[in-house]
Nanobody
Framework: QVQLVESGGGLVQAGGSLRLSCAASGGTFSNYAMGWFRQAPGKERELLAAISRSGSSTYHADSVKGRFTISRDNTKNTVYLQMNSLKPEDTAVYYC????????????????????WGQGTQVTVSS
């Protein structure tokens, strides 16, 4: 069973950048496809980006494409979300999630397939 801990959230002005990290422990990190989600107050949780076990395949939602980039370092058991050109509407709690999968190139784009979730990190973007 893998445990996930997000970090890197905080308060930033519109137009600024943040890099979120999600450190995994308790499992073989390279066996898990990873995803980043967010949930704003009163809204449903949404998938932002996903990455395959190998890192060779990625997915980015239209809402963040060109601004956010997912990456991973399997030697550090960590997945990242680089967020640029932040907007006030990006304010939310950001979560990482993990899904064990046999495929090294598959990205997982459905929430229910993710088995493990972090506690989340708050990102607040001021106007």
């Amino acid at each position: 069973q893998v445990q996930l801990v997000e970090s890197g959230g905080g308060l930033v002005q519109a137009g600024g950048s943040l890099r979120l990290s999600c450190a995994a422990s308790g499992g073989t990190f390279s066996n898990y496809a990873m995803g980043w989600f967010r949930q704003a107050p009163g809204k449903e949780r949404e998938l932002l980006a996903a990455i395959s076990r190998s890192g060779s395949s990625t997915y980015h939602a239209d809402s963040v494409k060109g601004r956010f980039t997912i990456s991973r370092d399997n030697t550090k058991n960590t997945v990242y979300l680089q967020m640029n050109s932040l907007k006030p509407e990006d304010t939310a709690v950001y979560y990482c999630a993990a899904d064990w999968t046999r495929s090294i190139v598959l990205v997982i784009t459905t929430q229910y397939e993710y088995d493990y979730w972090g506690q989340g990190t708050q990102v607040t973007v001021s106007s």
